[in-house]
């Protein structure tokens, strides 16, 4: 199938998927769900990419394997984590914030979550339609980021719910496993998961487009939907979240700062 075309599908693909969710949140009022079908979404892009490229098999079998293990295990993880719940606070704040145009405004924030999958699914098809085999370097280097960053993810997101079911532990920090030396350890090894397809493909005909998936979504973590309103909402939420602020890294794993020597009071810890 013609680049272009399988690029078509799969935009396509992806409207009609978030436009389904928007109609079951339209009932539930609960636009949370479209997190999980997101990243289901672009794990089938990938399955899908490899199917339809005319590319290298060993390139094919690449994007299909990791692409799809990585979008269905976070999709997986997602739903888990938001079925049965209240809807999220971003989506909460959203609707709120929209008032009655709500309906109309979440359709066309779901439409633009449509049109950032396609870019980011460029780190799949570029790939996939690369006649040239990838160099063993290539191989190993992809394979160990591919691996770091999904059992990293998965080890973070696993340490995160384990705190949470602790009753003991309800508005606090969660500042165990990899939560320690990052904020947002889920993020980063996030950030880094987009980097193993542009290891595979850099050094090959259009390989250099494979650089902007993950600065897309660094981009939109750090600086759009991700860090910013989040931290903001924890400020607000979690007993002790400056202090945590003040002493870990926002993003890359890092052993955590020293304590100033007289630590500002956080109003919201509990006192002796």
Known sequence: MPFPAAIAIAFAALIASFAAVWLVQLRTRNAGMIDPVWAATLGTV??????????????????????????????????????????????????????????????????????????????????????????????????????????????????????????ERTGRVCDEGWWRYSRHPNYFFECLHWCAYAAWSLGRPWGWVTLAPPLLMGWLLLRVSGIPLLEAHLLESRAGYRDYMSRTSALIPWPPRRPPANPTIDSREPGP
Request: with cysteine; glycine share 8%; hydrophobic share 55%.
């Open 46 to 167: 990938a399955v899908f990419a490899a199917a339809v490229a005319a590319g290298d098999p060993v390139n094919r079998l690449f994007v299909a394997a990791c692409g799809g293990l990585w979008g269905w295990r976070l999709g997986l993880h997602l739903w888990r984590r938001n079925a049965g719940h209240d809807e999220d606070y971003r989506y909460r704040a959203l609707r709120d914030q929209w008032g009655a145009a709500a309906p109309q405004r979440m359709l066309g924030f779901f439409l633009l979550q449509a049109a950032v999958s396609v870019l980011l699914s460029l780190a799949f098809f570029v790939p996939a339609y690369q006649a040239a085999p990838p160099t063993r370097i290539a191989i190993a280097l992809a394979l160990v980021i591919w691996l770091a960053s999904v059992t990293g993810e998965a080890a973070a997101d696993r340490q995160l719910r384990r705190f949470l079911a602790r009753p």
